[in-house]
């Protein structure tokens, strides 16, 4: 890259693909193509078969208790707006509260937003402090009987701080509330399951698990997802419809309409697979080397300030250096073959908690290297020497 080895430092925008996915995906498409639950002939079944694999490998992953409970997407985003429209349409009225935090991406801002207006609703935000961390002192004031849904981020993407959840859920049930856990950051970093988690609904994207892009999931409790409305209508997520009256499908197609990205799930069961077998325990342990490498090392550099110094971190180091924007820094440093987010990252609302235009995020998957932070220390130090 630019004459350089890449040195590949943003895996919490997406992860680089492993080849039995690609490989994965390739065979589907050459050999074993057509659309699936529609036709009685056997590629069709088999298609059909292959794509409904992923979904029990999906539900062992996270050990979800039933596969139904299972629903595929297009990512975090997607499941984001699912979710909001569905349970906004289903149980949110005028004077109920929903609650997030102030270090949320604006997939899990907007589409609640959008929900309170419609009906007259109350979006209130959980405090941090200037570590990056929940301020949950008063959280007893801010999740109350009000509150309807509690939709909060595991592992921060801008920040790298782990959040309590469990804690954050047994709260939220205490009041009443049903709790959305915006996974799109931990599910490629920490073992996952969501029974123990008791958590009501469950988000993340294959496409930062070192699957495809255009695949998501959303995990429900099957007793909530019953009784809630279809997100978006056509084929698939019916039962009978007739010009006077249509009937819905049962989980999970009612969730499914369209046809749905075929290849991009059967790609992503090969994803779980490969992480399945390298096993996530050893993931996060040698993420959690190169995390506390990172910070020892970056932290030598004078004027470098890190943002986010929770004491609970994963995987990601946000930071700025005295005097250099950080989209210098980013472009910079894609001269010396590193590839690293700058800007706001999608959390507007907590660049503006830190009074920052956005940072420069190196974030850490398992195949990187010390050496890798090495170079990225050598190339920061140049930079500041040509421009700070
Ligand atoms: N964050 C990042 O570089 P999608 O884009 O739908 O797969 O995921 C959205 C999303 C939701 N929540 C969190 C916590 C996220 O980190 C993301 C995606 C990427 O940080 C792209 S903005």
Known sequence: MNGKDLVFLDNAASTQKP????????????????????????LAENATQEYENTRKKVQN?????????????????????????????YMIKEGDEIVISAMEHHANIVPWQIICEDKKAKLKVIPINSNGELILDNINEIITEKTKIVSIVHISNSLGTINPIKEIIELAHSQGAYVIIDAAQSIQHKKIDVQEL??????????????????????????????????????????????????FNVLPYKFEAGTPNIAGVIGFGAAIDYISKIGIDVIDKVESELLDYAHQKL??????????????????????????????????????????????HCT???????????????????????????ILFDALNRIKKLLG
Do not use: W
């Open 198 to 247: 008791d958590c009501d609904f469950f988000v993340f994207s294959a496409h930062k698990l070192y699957g495809p892009t255009g695949v998501g999931v959303i995990y429900g409790k099957k007793e909530l997802l019953e009784k809630m409305p279809p997100y978006q209508t056509g084929g698939e997520m019916i039962a009978k419809v007739t010009f006077e009256k249509t009937t």
């Open 348 to 374: 507007q609302p907590l660049m503006d908690f830190f009074e920052i235009p956005g940072t420069c995020r190196a974030s850490f998957a398992f195949y990187n290297t010390k050496e890798e932070i090495d």
């Open 19 to 42: 080849k039995s996915v690609l490989e994965r995906i390739n065979n589907f498409y050459s050999s074993q193509y057509a659309n699936i639950h529609r036709s009685a002939y056997t």
């Open 299 to 344: 932290t030598q550099i004078e004027g470098l300030r890190v943002i986010g110094t929770a004491k609970n971190k994963a995987s990601v180091l946000s930071f700025l250096i005295d005097g250099i924007h950080p989209t210098d820094l980013g472009t910079m440093a894609n001269a010396y073959g590193i590839a690293m987010r700058v800007g706001h």
């Open 61 to 89: 992953f996270i050990n979800a208790n039933d596969v139904n409970e299972i629903i595929f997407t297009k990512g975090t985003t997607d499941s984001l707006n699912l979710l909001s429209y569905s349970l906004g349409k």
